[in-house]
């Protein structure tokens, strides 16, 4: 979009924060570059110029402003709505894995050359694998500046930074402030306080509107006792990370997601935000989603009634698809029963002081290494249950952020008992495909059929072409003409 000028322009003068994470605009005279939204006066367009990210901001010399935090906008939801090369290896970055394994890591896990991969991302983004996960680093130091009492040592080392020279010269070059002088900018502003060492508050942002209804409603309802809960008006679940685990406390606010991190490991900080942010989808375009859904109108009074539903989806992909296999033609009563019993055996504990979080998920190396006969789930789930667990245990089956969606698909598929229902489930909430469509569901069936469309799933899928590339969307709608739990918000 950035190489639209007339349109960036007017988005710039109309402050439409729509656009935020889309583009990001470059002021040559001030040598400052803003989000659209920016609130203060809109340069003249012939001292504009538009950058398809941060990074590339960065590189060609410009530092954030100061009043809009640029690096603090909503993600583009190029990367959540494709999976070809560039938008796999975003997700990456996004995930921390550069600054874990560096670029020849990001290009094992991708499967291309590290030449490919810096090509082909200078070509969308304006900037490298480097530049992108220097800018991320660089977002990470200003938030456990911001909002941690930590010395400023740890809060380079933290954030990913190899030195604090470098840590000092690039906060300085990306804010145009110092380290010191940007926490004593932040001391003027009302923020909460961390509890410990390791906790970490923050904001994130996301474009308006979003429903949250369906959103916390579902993750409430489908909670596993143990690694998830609803309390006190949150959603809380644990995480395992790279470096070590977490608790992520989510709580729906005015104009944002309030954000609490309990890390034992702050280096995974970065990581945690990533997939907080896809776990509630908030990188999503619901001006885009709900455009194309209300064109249709028999959805259209669905849209008109939510707009800005959001897809759920999961911090931990191999996790969700094991649990999906657990519900597999049970009430979602029983599958939450069966997933708490592996956990209670089989998860690693944790200390939650705040809460009732007791247990991570066990990992799939974990549970391939067990007996089958122990599992208590009939047979022929047994053995697709086991065939799953080794396929993840082994890395024969990938599900991450830098996944090959359509063979993704077709991996699950050849292993038994996974079909079709199993697959567009671990799709859409797992893998994050916003095209993911369950037409066999039983609820979906009801619901077409009630409004009027067909409910064979040959027809249903038939119907649905219109609907995309947003068909998950479709189906959180289509859910919510029904009276279960996951389509309201918990008290």
């Given at each position: 979009m950035h190489n639209d000028v007339d349109r960036c322009v007017r988005a710039v003068q109309s402050k439409d924060a729509r656009f935020?994470?889309?583009?990001?605009?470059?002021?040559?005279?001030?040598?400052?570059?803003?989000?659209?939204?920016?609130?203060?006066?809109?340069?003249?367009?012939?001292?504009?110029?538009?950058?398809?990210?941060?990074?590339?901001?960065?590189?060609?010399?410009?530092?954030?402003?100061?009043r809009c935090r640029p690096d603090a906008s909503p993600g583009s939801p190029r990367w959540n709505e494709r999976a070809d090369l560039a938008a796999r290896a975003m997700r990456l970055i996004a995930d921390g894995?550069?600054?874990?394994?560096?670029?020849?890591?990001?290009?094992?896990?991708?499967?291309?050359?590290?030449?490919?991969?810096?090509?082909?991302?200078?070509?969308?983004?304006?900037?490298?694998?480097?530049?992108?996960?220097?800018?991320?680093?660089?977002?990470?130091?200003?938030?456990?500046?911001?909002?941690?009492?930590?010395?400023?040592?740890?809060?380079?080392?933290?954030?990913?930074?190899?030195?604090?020279?470098?840590?000092?010269?690039?906060?300085?070059?990306?804010?145009?402030?110092?380290?010191?002088?940007?926490?004593?900018?932040?001391?003027?502003?009302?923020?909460?306080?961390?509890?410990?060492?390791?906790?970490?508050?923050?904001?994130?942002?996301?474009?308006?509107?979003?429903?949250?209804?369906?959103?916390?409603?579902?993750?409430?309802?489908?909670?596993?006792?143990?690694?998830?809960?609803?309390?006190?008006?949150?959603?809380?679940?644990?995480?395992?990370?790279?470096?070590?685990?977490?608790?992520?406390?989510?709580?729906?606010?005015?104009?944002?997601?309030?954000?609490?991190?309990?890390?034992?490991?702050?280096?995974?900080?970065?990581?945690?935000?990533?997939?907080?942010?896809?776990?509630?989808?908030?990188?999503?375009?619901?001006?885009?989603?709900?455009?194309?859904?209300?064109?249709?109108?028999?959805?259209?009074?669905?849209?008109?009634?939510?707009?800005?539903?959001?897809?759920?989806?999961?911090?931990?992909?191999?996790?969700?698809?094991?649990?999906?296999?657990?519900?597999?033609?049970?009430s979602t009563a029983s599958a939450r029963t069966l997933a708490a019993r592996l956990v209670t055996a089989h998860g690693t504990p944790v200390e939650d002081p705040e809460g009732g979080l007791t247990h991570l998920f066990p990992t799939p190396a974990d549970l391939a290494a067990l007996d089958p006969e122990t599992l208590a789930m009939p047979r022929t789930r047994r053995l697709t249950f086991t065939a799953l667990t080794a396929a993840l245990a082994c890395g024969e089956l990938d599900l991450g952020p830098g996944s090959d969606w359509q063979r993704a698909r077709e991996q699950l598929a050849a292993l038994p008992g996974i079909g079709p229902w199993t697959v567009e489930t671990i799709a859409m909430r797992a893998l994050g495909d916003p095209d993911a469509f369950v037409a066999t569901d039983l609820?979906?069936?009801?619901?077409a059929g009630a409004l009027g469309l067909p409910t064979t799933p040959a027809a249903l899928t038939r119907r649905a072409r219109a609907w995309q590339p947003w068909r998950a969307y479709a189906v959180q709608h289509l859910w919510a003409t029904g009276e279960h739990a996951i389509n309201r918000l918990p008290k």
């Open positions: 935020d994470g889309w583009f990001f605009t470059a002021v040559t005279t001030t040598r400052i570059y803003c989000r659209p939204s920016c609130p203060v006066v809109p340069p003249k367009p012939r001292n504009m110029t538009f950058y398809p990210s941060a990074a590339a901001a960065q590189q060609a010399g410009f530092r954030a402003c100061k894995v550069v600054d874990r394994e560096g670029v020849p890591g990001l290009g094992a896990r991708l499967g291309y050359s590290t030449r490919q991969i810096e090509r082909q991302l200078v070509a969308e983004l304006g900037a490298g694998p480097l530049a992108l996960a220097r800018a991320q680093r660089a977002q990470t130091a200003r938030l456990l500046i911001e909002t941690t009492p930590l010395p400023m040592g740890e809060v380079a080392f933290a954030a990913g930074f190899a030195s604090i020279r470098t840590f000092n010269d690039t906060v300085r070059e990306v804010f145009g402030l110092s380290p010191s002088e940007l926490r004593a900018r932040a001391a003027g502003r009302a923020r909460p306080a961390p509890a410990t060492t390791g906790t970490v508050a923050l904001r994130l942002p996301y474009r308006a509107p979003l429903f949250p209804d369906n959103l916390f409603g579902h993750l409430a309802a489908t909670g596993v006792p143990g690694t998830e809960e609803w309390r006190e008006g949150a959603y809380r679940c644990t995480m395992r990370l790279p470096n070590g685990h977490g608790i992520a406390t989510l709580r729906p606010a005015d104009g944002h997601i309030a954000c609490r991190l309990a890390l034992t490991d702050l280096r995974d900080l970065a990581a945690a935000v990533s997939r907080c942010r896809r776990l509630l989808d908030l990188d999503a375009d619901p001006e885009a989603v709900d455009g194309l859904l209300a064109e249709d109108p028999l959805l259209a009074p669905l849209v008109e009634r939510a707009p800005g539903r959001r897809v759920p989806h999961t911090v931990d992909p191999a996790e969700f698809a094991l649990r999906a296999v657990l519900g597999q033609q049970v609820g979906v069936r009801l619901a």
